[in-house]
């Protein structure tokens, strides 16, 4: 089993600067490779490019971006330097801006007017108002103009001017309004009631006197614009393909990706020099990306620069992965420290089980974890949770709360409770003399293995005489011996005074002892979580044999468990993890590690389309 965590390797690439852009993606591809600057050149020059050619691009999009198609295809195809990819860019979108601003304007003039008619609709179809000849009521002017708003819901409009006549018309859910009057005093209605956030409409003119003619005549001029922007939508589709759009847009994206990488890459006139770490401690995967797109450059693996923290890679299989979670709570393994993902994919399972014995219960768990683990990563811990609380639920013999269906292959809780908490409490120094093992493991890593031999494993041998003692008195012998051991090689090994070393050894064995024994204390929490949800389990039950009805109780059953599953399965789950992070990490594990976090490839960001308006 692998315990101990790969350290990245640190890798230099040199590649012809007309490149850089598919080096990148091929870097990014292989989720391999994390770029860290190493050099005295920098790629100041060639940042203000880019951000001015993107800072247009942006002001573009102010303006079409509505009107772009999704971005798509493979950005950054064939050898060409850094700058040229948003100039071409660039280039192709001004094209299509030139040739598609005709149509744009025209689209938007259409749009407009079908909305114009669309608001006009309701007040046309109002069969129970009598409107004016409507064919007179457009042709207004110029002395005398006519208006025609919409109210908002619940208005009412007071301030009239003396010589304005209106005519409020109510159509289903619409209010409207009609005006008449001098023209001046209708420029003073129109202020009034855009005040009070009326909507002016405009009618189109020509419409015939009588309202069903009028109300024909608007739809069939609906039915043309609607027909018109259809052509107009497919000759916009045309110039996208013709100008590539699409593709403009999908290199822009790799352009915002390549500024954000910028800082961590060094330019010269004619090359581009990469430097980082890779998790690819083969070079396999890197070498063979590059190779696949015919790239010119040089690759190798020196050994990494001094005064650089080299990240720490965590390799385990896909069962053990999500335990990670564990150790990145409590801090990154260093490369000299132990990955215990493995090792928690049983341990905490067991301590999750024991403490939440339910067959039904933890097949609920389990279904939970696997409809949620793609959207929440975290909740794939959730079925070895459930597996484990399947397997004690039948040694406890408890099934949704009942203990009446299935025999108990070991014991109830509830009538050996001792048996229980004694259980959890072995549980406990086990795990506690394993966190031991592991401290031994990391000292023989670090090359200091001889020294934990001279010390710590004097207070392994006093761990031991206590743990024992209850079963024969005769191991608290180990505790003075291993006192001794201790105390003897701390001096030994103390580098100036070792009467001085001899009494911070004495100081700190006591508290390091009484840290020991509150350590395997708590974890008789497991033994009495274990009775709490045998417990709440048994009033569950109790409650639905005393509702008197089977329905009724089939009600209990289900209301209490969804309580028990949800409360105190968060409850035992918090547990665990303190178990954990408290009890466990704290005899080895020091998180001094860091992360490795790989380049991602781009995102592309579509523009959001236009929908049909047809």
Excluded at 233 to 255: N, P, Q, Y
Excluded at 275 to 287: F, I
Excluded at 420 to 435: D, E, H, N, T
């Amino acid at each position: 089993m692998a315990l101990r965590p790969a350290a990245a390797k640190w890798f230099e690439l040199l590649i012809a600067r007309d490149e850089l852009g598919e080096a990148l993606q091929s870097l990014a591809a292989t989720e391999a490779v994390e770029l860290e600057a190493h050099s005295d050149t920098s790629a100041a020059t060639l940042l203000p490019l880019l951000r001015a050619a993107l800072d247009e691009y942006k002001r573009l999009g102010q303006r079409y971006g509505e009107f772009w198609p999704p971005a798509a295809g493979a950005p950054v195809q064939g050898a060409r330097e850094p700058e040229a990819i948003p100039a071409a860019a660039l280039g192709q979108l001004k094209a299509w801006a030139a040739d598609a601003d005709p149509i744009i304007e025209r689209l938007q003039q259409l749009t407009q007017e079908r909305a114009a008619l669309e608001l006009l609709e309701p007040l046309l179809s109002a069969a129970d108002s009598d409107l004016p000849d409507l064919h007179l009521f457009t042709r207004a002017g110029p002395i005398l103009a006519s208006r025609a708003y919409l109210l908002t819901a619940g208005q009412h409009v007071e301030e009239v001017p003396p010589s304005v006549i209106v005519l409020p018309v109510r159509a289903g859910e619409f209010s409207y309004l009609l005006a008449v009057g001098p023209t001046q005093q209708i420029a003073v209605f129109d202020e009034t009631l855009t005040a009070h956030n009326a909507r002016r409409l405009t009618l189109p003119p020509g419409l015939p006197a009588q309202r069903e003619a009028a109300r024909a005549a608007s739809r069939a001029r609906i039915e043309q614009i609607t027909t018109e922007l259809g052509g107009l939508d497919a000759t916009l589709e045309d110039l996208h393909r013709r100008h590539g759009v699409s593709a403009a847009l999908a290199d822009f994206a790799f352009i915002e990706w390549l500024v954000q990488t910028m800082p961590q890459l060094s330019l010269t006139e004619h090359f581009a020099w990469i430097t980082g770490w890779t998790s690819d401690l083969q070079g396999g995967r890197v070498e063979a990306l590059l190779n696949r797109r015919q790239l010119h450059y040089l690759l190798r693996f020196p050994d990494a620069p001094r005064g650089l923290i080299q990240p720490v890679v965590l390799r385990n299989p896909r069962w053990a992965q999500p335990f990670e979670l564990f150790s990145r709570l409590f801090g990154m393994p260093g490369a000299d420290e132990a990955d215990t993902s493995r090792l928690l994919a049983f341990v905490a399972p067991l301590m999750f089980g024991y403490m939440f014995a339910d067959v039904g219960q933890g097949a609920i768990l389990i279904v939970a974890g696997v409809a949620l683990r793609k959207r929440f990563p975290a909740t794939a811990l959730l079925i070895p949770g459930g597996l484990a609380a399947i397997a004690f639920g039948f040694l406890f013999g408890s099934l949704f709360a009942g203990e009446s269906i299935l025999p108990a292959l070991w014991l109830r809780p509830m009538d050996r409770p001792l048996t229980l908490l004694g259980v959890s409490l072995a549980f406990g120094a086990g795990v506690i003399l394993l966190g031991f093992a592991l401290d031994a493991i990391q000292h023989f890593w670090a090359g200091v293995g001889s020294q934990w031999w001279a010390t710590r494993a004097g207070l392994v041998l006093c761990y031991l005489g206590m743990i024992c003692a209850p079963v024969e008195i005769r191991a608290l012998w180990a505790l003075p011996a291993g006192l001794a051991w201790y105390l003897i090689g701390s001096a030994a090994l103390a580098p100036a005074n070792r009467l001085n070393g001899l009494a911070a050894a004495a100081g700190g064995s006591l508290e390091t002892l009484l840290q020991l024994v509150i350590n395997t204390i708590s974890f008789v929490r497991v033994g009495a979580f274990a009775l709490a949800h045998a417990g709440l389990g048994s009033a569950v039950a109790s409650l639905a044999a005393a509702a008197g009805s089977r329905p009724a109780a089939w009600l209990v059953l289900a209301v209490g468990n969804v309580l028990i599953i949800g409360i105190e399965g968060l409850v035992v789950g918090i547990q665990t993890t303190r178990l954990v992070l408290f009890e466990f990490f704290i005899r080895f594990l020091q998180g001094s590690g860091r992360a490795f976090h790989p380049l991602t490839p781009p995102a592309v960001t579509p523009h959001p389309h236009p929908a049909t308006r047809t």
